[in-house]
């Protein structure tokens, strides 16, 4: 069987857009291929038909290799919380909680369901592309590793190691990379990828042969900066600390960056649109008084984050907002944050307690240990919608006899306030179809593309594909992996 990896000089250096591109070009040319990482460490997260979760990383991949979703894509799933803990997933259904001190002994005897899960998806294709995690480089995290070398070394995976030339250094990244590993490390990497150039790769032809030449290793091109990436949903929130916003003259929808924010990419849609201006709000930044619409995003951590936001005083700010008129979209945590308060009697998240909402909807929430996770589709505001459930908890109230949906089998979900303005929902992902954005975009006074943001991944991820087959030696990656040419 076929099987290749790809690892990074650290992280955001671009490996899950590397993998999905590949993913999608070994597809184009007629093979059957799936997407695998080993272990993610992600809040944001997909729902499989299954009811199982994994890194919306594996899910955008899955997607380029034209593959339905499975939890084997991603048999282990860091999902971290507050005090310093992490939810831990395994083939898609939670396990427990590991704490920062107990983490590098719990992983180790993970590594035979790894290993299983890679041989279960390998019988299943042509070729498996293997996604790393941070950077073999930190060997501080080699022993009892599962995710980069401890993983790549028991399934003797070849590794390609990807270096990030837009943020400086790539040539010590690379280099330094072998430097600091360990040899029988060392000879698992077969070659390299420089990504993210701008301008002429010319220009770089003598740094890319003095890695080849100290390295030993063989270069397989260098990929130009890919404008089609910004149409691609991320999985790593250190995207957010870019910022956006800025654009004048359009509508604002504003969002607070929470500490345990997840499943941003909910927003991708309404940043894609043309007449909207997507600002999200960090730490220590006031919500802007002249923002149409509030949205409060997910949560891993729906108590520590709703602490965070009154300690900033955007509670403050999203009750200015709307005593103005303004609207407030809450979606899973955000959702609960909009009730009158939030239960944690179990000590699901962290010590038993409970914590005052907003007060915009008249709803309580207990959180329990059960966790719903499923693919839905329903109507709101008129529209057909698909998207998925995934949250811990029970939502009640008065509100909640007014439904922001109606799921396919007449379930409600969410709740809408009297006045009208605030909405509520559990629902993820019910902007990537035009209708019901559009139906929400009219409410606050914007006029929508119309867009379907599934169709305009797609098209990004052929365009991802092209450049890679015209840049980068894809043959000859998949010829290293074992699936010809």
């Known amino acids: ?58 899910a955008l991949q899955a997607l380029a290799a034209r593959a339905p979703l499975h939890v084997d894509m991603n048999p282990v799933l860091l999902k971290p919380q507050a005090d310093r803990t992490s939810q831990l997933i395994v083939h898609g259904k939670v396990r427990g909680t590991l704490g920062a001190a107990n983490f590098r002994e719990a992983r180790r005897p993970l590594l035979g369901e790894v290993l299983e899960s890679y041989r279960r998806l390998e019988a299943r294709c042509d070729l498996v592309i293997v996604e790393g995690a941070g950077s073999p480089a930190e060997i501080n995290l080699r022993s009892g590793d599962i995710a980069n070398m401890g993983f790549a070394r028991e399934a003797q995976v070849p590794v390609v190691l990807a270096g990030d030339i837009d943020r400086g250094g790539v040539i010590a990244a690379v280099v330094g990379t072998l430097a600091v590993i360990d040899p029988e490390d060392a000879a698992m990497i077969r070659g390299f990828i420089i990504n993210k150039f701008r301008g002429d790769p010319a220009l770089f032809a ?27 949903p991320s999985e790593d929130a250190v995207v957010l600390e870019r910022g956006l916003g800025g654009r004048a003259g359009k509508l604002l929808v504003a969002c607070p960056i929470l500490p345990r924010i997840a499943n941003f990419d909910d927003l991708d849609p309404l940043r894609q649109e043309s007449g909207v201006d997507l600002a999200m709000i960090p730490p220590g ?38 005593r103005r008129g303004g609207a407030v979209l809450g979606i899973c945590g955000g959702y609960q944050m909009l009730g009158r308060a939030i239960a944690d009697p179990h000590g699901i998240e962290g010590p038993p307690g409970e914590i005052a909402g907003l007060g915009l909807l008249d709803v309580t929430t207990v959180l329990d240990a059960r966790k719903t996770l499923e693919q839905v589709e329903g109507t709101a505001m008129g529209a057909h919608f698909t998207g998925y459930e995934m949250h811990m908890g029970v939502t009640e109230g008065p509100d909640a006899a007014r439904p922001f949906a109606r799921l396919g089998n007449e379930r409600p979900d969410g709740a809408v306030a009297t006045d009208g303005r605030t909405f509520g929902t559990y629902c993820h992902g019910l902007l990537a179809k035009p209708g019901l954005r559009t139906a929400l975009l009219e409410r606050i006074g914007a006029v929508s593309d119309g867009f379907d943001n599934d169709a305009r991944v797609d098209a990004a991820l052929d365009e991802l594909a092209t450049a890679m087959e015209q840049h980068l030696d894809v043959g000859g990656l998949l010829a290293l992996a074992g699936a010809g040419r």
Request: proline share 6%; with cysteine; glycine share 12%.
């Open 1 to 58: 069987m076929a099987g290749l990896m790809l690892q990074g000089t650290g992280s955001d250096v671009g490996k899950s857009v590397l993998v999905a591109g590949l993913c999608r070009a070994a597809a184009n040319r007629g093979l059957t291929v799936l997407p695998f990482k080993p272990q993610n460490m992600s809040n944001n997260a997909a729902v499989t038909p299954e009811g199982g979760e994994i890194g919306r990383a594996q």
């Open 285 to 322: 930044t006031p919500i802007p008084a002249e923002a149409a619409l509030v949205v409060l995003p997910g949560s891993k951590a729906t108590i520590a984050d709703m602490a965070f936001l009154r300690a900033q005083g955007w509670d403050i700010d999203v009750l200015a907002h709307h």
């Open 206 to 232: 003598d740094g890319y042969a003095e890695i080849e030449r100290r390295s030993g290793w063989r270069g397989f091109g260098v990929l130009p900066w890919q404008s089609a990436v910004a149409r691609l």
